[in-house]
């Protein structure tokens, strides 16, 4: 995978090079890889690869199809597509590319936007994930986790509360309290009408003795 992101460069590609000892004060544009040894102060454009050596240093933008920096870049990187920062690299910037290679030892300060190689495969993959989330809410509606008409089945309607009042914790002791009454109140009359019965059972039949009364 690291071999996939490694820019590959062919010295003999480089058809222009900045020396050690030359310093240049001004934009840069060239159609083939460049390979600086000194310093640039000013933007970098090419549609080849860009070589930054070591003890080299650049500040400002630089475009183009692949880079390498062993040297120090003060700017943002606008590459097609590879970009490697070597162990002895500093960038202070920004970097657009597809593919980012950043040594351990190196030095990077700045934010990194990854380009998409595909831009149809990336509506693809936003396509299925839009499906996938679309499934799952309809599975919950399923289960009655969310439904869109009659609500969460935790809310209870205010009819269904008034009818079922009577299951509250008073009402429900009041009403056991009523029961309790009511069966004291019939145990009394069955007293009553057992001592009416006993008494009309002595007089008809008389005591044990056989003596009836008068």
Partial sequence: MFNEDKVKIKMKTIMTIISRDTVINGDIETETSIRIDGKVRGNI???????ISRNASVTGDIKAESIVVAGCVEGNLHIEEKT?????????????TKRLLIDENSVFFGNCIMKRE????????????????????????????????????????????VKHADTMPENHAEKKSEETSEGRDESEEGMAFLDVNVSNRKKKFGNKNGRGTK
């Fill in 84 to 96: 490697n920062i070597e162990d002895t690299g500093e960038l202070y910037g920004d970097v657009e």
């Fill in 118 to 161: 595909n831009a149809e495969k990336l509506a693809e993959i936003n396509a299925r994930r839009a499906a996938v989330a679309k499934k799952r809410a309809g599975e919950k509606i399923r289960n009655n986790t969310v439904h869109p008409e009659k609500g969460n089945r935790r809310d209870v309607p205010e009819e269904k509360k």
């Fill in 45 to 51: 454009t090419t549609k080849g690869i860009v070589l």
